[in-house]
């Protein structure tokens, strides 16, 4: 189980290693600017977490394993970012996946720390959308999350939700956490599948 | 006293909050982008300040009651934004309120723990115009406390060292940050009233 | 020896806060907006490692000296950035100092704080850029050691790497600082001086 969750976490990563090093290639970027973004994408969320939660040095920076996530994701958009970028449909699709896994880790970790049920959803939803906010605001481009595209960090915010109610019940954490994520992942791909938005201000 | 505290930090968290939910308007953004916005822009200076000092979890993350300012200014922004935008500089004159708090209450908290008087005053002066800071880089914008508008950074700066010098003297803390804070505040109105800028460089 | 370091460091620092206020010169920013990016590219990439590792409050923060640079640094570029302008060649090759100091610096301080080799190279490679990277987003410049100018990480890399593996070996540390030192430095002379760039995708 534990192998399978760290599987899981490291295939979330590389997922959003991709989109980071996918933004440095349409930025002209050399490779260090590919492995930069890379690197914030995938593990800025969880910095940003621990960080603020007081777990320091945060494990996605201490375990090396995190690391050589960037590196592979940095090599294979050097050498295949054109074939990548045709599939970016499918890096939204896997992407999802790593939305509802790091929305609940997220949660769940903050919870562990002691932190209340409205800061541990506020974290889930920071572990899960913060890479990609580093990422966008490095690349200087308003960061997606926060509109107008596809539904991304409300399904995150169900997701967290869930997955700290359930705790708060109690009931046994793998199931808490396999719903939340469940539900994230799904209400994302709906969202992709059929344009659903966030609601935007009248002008 | 206690209770007065906390609502005037509520009070300027959420004119903090309206301005950063006003810019994600401007920006086009959606609800998310207003809400992030808004969360950066009022708990953002404290969240870096206690994250320097090993404060953490932040104050501003760990208590429910600062997390709901962020979501009370989005909503009212979101639904009468037309009548909050006429009303900018109204906006300007009540975040001067927010400047001077802040300033004085991230000076003292550095002293707090354990800070000398020259990081002391720096800190104040982070927590006073860091949440703003990060706003405006979110939103592609040079931090407008960088220049070249009124000065916003400079009566902040006085209103810490004020709080420090007190604090060292010592003289009792809340006859300081009242005087601190004042004189913040005057200041800023000041050179809203006036057009005060800081020195630019000759080009 | 010990004053020696310091006068290195303070140095170091020195040259990156002069990198710093000259760019806010040129966005026509005031002098807080001088100091604030003076402030952040000289201490910016070792309060980043130093909050990762859990090193709070940063000595760059605590200790009023390393405060005082960047005071010195928007003071004498405020006056004479004109003239300063004219030597940013000069600027650049001082900042390979930096540099070289700060890779090394920041990759010894990760181990002692009991991170493993391969974090302690990314963090040392962090302490060495970090605070270039602040001040370009502030200044909503896509990060210059991003890409494509001249080899710059690439050469931090390296020094972090060879203080990292010396210390493993372990060599005696003064040796091993010197000599990461100063192949990051000659390193990044040579990419200067001859134009040496990091792959770039092809298109």
């Known amino acids: 189980m534990a192998s399978l969750l760290l599987v899981l976490d490291l295939a979330g990563m590389l997922v959003f290693a991709i ?33 603020l939660i007081g777990a320091t040095p945060p494990a996605a920076l201490a ?5 050589l996530v960037p590196v592979v994701a940095t090599l294979a958009t050097f050498w295949f970012h054109p074939a990548v970028a045709r599939r ?5 699709v896997l992407d999802a996946f790593g939305l509802g896994l790091f ?26 959308v913060g890479g990609g906010v580093l990422r966008d605001v490095v690349a200087l481009r308003v960061p997606t999350v926060f509109g107008p595209g596809e539904l ?11 997955a700290v109610i359930g705790h708060q019940l109690p009931l046994p954490s793998p ?15 709906l969202a992709i599948a059929r344009g659903w938005h966030a609601p935007v201000p009248s002008s």
Chains 1, 2, 3 share one sequence.
């Open 19 to 51: 989109s980071g090093a996918l933004l440095a290639v349409r930025r002209r970027l050399d490779i260090v600017g590919l492995l930069a973004l890379a690197a914030l994408t995938a593990l800025g969320g969880g910095w940003i977490r621990d960080v």
């Open 175 to 189: 199931a808490v956490a396999t719903v939340g994520a469940a539900v994230a992942i799904t209400w994302r791909l």
């Open 152 to 162: 991304y960090a409300i399904p995150a915010a169900a997701g967290a939700t869930l």
């Open 88 to 92: 970016e449909r499918t890096v939204d």
């Open 63 to 67: 375990d090396w394993r995190y690391l």
């Open 103 to 128: 929305c609940v880790a997220g949660a769940l970790k903050a919870l562990e720390y002691g932190l209340g049920p409205l800061p541990a959803i506020a974290l889930g939803i920071v572990t899960a």
